[in-house]
DNA sequence: AGTATTACATACCTTTAGGTTATTACCTTA
DNA sequence: TAAGGTAATAACCTAAAGGTATGTAATACT
């Protein structure tokens, strides 16, 4: 085989780079419901309702391959896995709410969104 | 008919509102590169050469259309349209330099990336 | 008459993102 | 022994994003 593990597309671009991980639909919401916390899945699965699980699950994964998480599963049944955000994926946060802001503005100015 | 026009699926969330806009793959990258400057569309053709034609005027459209760019026309022969950022689609400006810093420690922190 | 220039349109196709549903592993407790 | 709770997986499908290729309008210049 050439090429084995699946990784992300090795980007030139930073911004090209950021994007792959928190340009989805799902990464800055779920980004945004762990904030500061320590969140189990079902937690998440109740925070963002509509969310399907097979996405967050995904998200999740992506998320701590990426180093935006951390996973911690408990030995216990049932499983109990706690994730939360590492030293890299709290930077995510004050660029969460400019873009918050700016959207706030946009609609603000922009009857049509 | 029920719904003519078609717009942007109005968005509880300002976040992804906002990411609707500048959420894709060229969009931050055409803002960026329009900068403070006016730029022809076969100048952001050349500044981007990887972009196809069709994605760039599309995205020119929907820029336009969402209040982030101005469109100037000038009735001449051979056309000559020039593209710069309003008052709304400046403040995107920060937030690229926000993501291009996140996505550069990250790729710095990140080997797989 | 023919060619070049420039912004844009259109038809068609491929790829990727995301959604739906069902299923599993494992232990505890009724 | 059966049911319940939790995180995760797999198979399958739809819709949307994006790419390729070609065409058009209008005029000036040769």
Redesign the interface.
Known sequence: MIENKK??K??T???????A???G?WS??II?SIGNEKRRFGELKRLIPTISEKMLIQELKKLT???ILNRKAYKEIPPKVEYSLTK?GL??L???D??????????K??S??
């Open positions: 990784i992300l090795k980007d671009c930073p911004v090209s780079t950021a994007l991980i928190i340009g639909k800055m919401l945004f391959n990426t180093g890299d930077k995510i004050p660029i969460i400019q873009i918050k802001i700016f959207g706030t503005e946009l609609i100015n922009n049509n969104l």
